[in-house]
């Protein structure tokens, strides 16, 4: 592989990693929101036996 493949590679490679935080990101987001619609603290959705700690 010359240069211009490797750069091509390592550019197609950012483009790949930063789409996918971005999506994971867009996705943690609305499940936050969604728990707020229904009233779960954030707590339980972090831990979910959250619950038995008390």
Do not use: H, P
């Not at 728990?35 to 038995?52: A, C, G, P, V």
């Amino acid at each position: 592989m010359n240069i211009y493949q490797t750069y091509a590679c390592l550019v197609i490679g950012i483009i790949v990693n930063s789409t996918t935080t971005i999506l994971k990101r867009k996705k943690l987001i609305s499940n936050i929101k969604q728990l707020w619609k229904s009233k779960k603290t954030l707590e339980e959705f972090i831990r979910s036996n959250s619950r038995f700690d008390y």
